[in-house]
């Protein structure tokens, strides 16, 4: 599983350069009557700071994941089927030599079912993260591309150490680009610099706490008690964008997972529980603003 959570821990750099986005992702299950439906918006404001190239960026975000327990599971469903995520980050950019920048991100969220009327400190998780970006992606350069190394530690990761994250971007062609590592990789194909053709594959998912913990019973008559939710899917599929204006764009990618597997944990994030394991249909749609 150390390969799922590096990609989970990389995720959070994918909305670095936009500035805010408003999406919409649906989820069936296949060889199930579960379902699942996910609402996420999310909006960054860069502010100039006193030195040229170095800005401050607070960000929040906010999740609504609606789960259709539909099938038959030896929990109680009740209060299990809407999860919440409120994000709050503040980002530090620094532009410096030879094209490097340095990007220092911490920030909290709160990720619940929220069935009981206080937060507790497991609906509380810290995240930070270090980036070293060496870009060429202005005009001036004839291939434009971007390198991003770093490492991203997160409380709800399980782990007492942080995690790398590594990915490039490069133009090769007037109309073709493509980005290698996490949390996305991609090959794009603009047509007439108004629509955009990709093939792509990436990681989606969530983790959750939930506030009154389940007890499962299994068929043998022994139990379990899960504190936590937590959802991972690799998947590819083919997208497609439309620029309603240089920095406005419309999405929607369709795909299908190569790994899906929703699943209920104790405290030590030992699995107890998996919903579904069947890799299944991906569809997600939405209008984000980029940089």
Same mark, same amino acid.
């Given at each position: 599983m150390f390969i799922f959570s590096f990609f989970i821990a990389a995720f959070s750099y994918s909305q670095e350069t936009d500035l805010a986005r408003?999406?919409?992702?649906?989820?069936?299950?296949?060889n199930s009557k579960n379902s699942?439906?996910?609402?996420?918006?999310?909006?960054?404001?860069?502010? &100039?700071?006193?030195?040229?190239g170095c800005y401050l960026i607070p960000g929040f975000e906010y999740r609504n994941l609606d789960m259709d327990i539909n099938d038959a599971v030896p929990f109680e469903k009740n209060g299990m089927g809407r999860f919440e995520t409120l994000r709050g980050s503040i980002s530090a950019v620094f532009k410096m030599k030879n094209n490097w920048i340095i990007?220092?991100?911490?920030?909290?969220e709160l990720a619940s079912n929220f069935e009981e009327s206080t937060i507790g400190n497991n609906d509380i998780n810290f995240t930070g993260a270090v980036y070293f970006i &060496? *870009?060429?992606?202005g005009t001036k350069f004839k291939t434009p591309s971007r390198l991003i190394v770093g490492v991203n530690?997160?409380?709800?990761?399980?782990?007492?150490?942080?995690?790398p994250i590594f990915n490039y971007y490069r133009k090769f062609q007037p109309d073709w680009s493509y980005s290698l590592g996490t949390p996305k990789s991609n090959l794009k194909y603009f047509i007439h610099k108004k629509h955009v053709i990709q093939l792509y594959a990436t990681l989606d998912g969530f983790f959750s706490n939930i506030q009154k913990n389940r007890t499962i019973t299994y068929p043998d008559g022994s139990t379990a008690v899960a504190e936590n939710i937590s959802m991972t899917m690799v998947l590819g599929g083919l997208g497609y964008e439309y620029y309603i204006s240089k920095h406005i764009l419309f999405y929607l990618y369709g795909g299908w997972?190569?790994?899906?597997?929703?699943?209920?944990?104790?405290?030590?994030?030992?699995?107890?529980y998996v919903l579904? *394991?069947?890799?299944?249909?991906?569809l997600r749609s939405g209008i984000k603003i980029k940089i």
């Open positions: 408003v999406e919409y992702t649906y989820i069936p299950q296949v699942i439906n996910r609402f996420r918006t999310f909006v960054n404001l860069p502010l &100039k700071l006193g030195w040229e990007a220092i991100r911490t920030g909290g &060496k *870009d060429r992606t530690y997160s409380t709800n990761a399980g782990r007492p150490f942080p995690l997972s190569f790994y899906n597997e929703i699943r209920l944990r104790d405290t030590d994030l030992n699995n107890l579904n *394991d069947e890799n299944t249909f991906y």
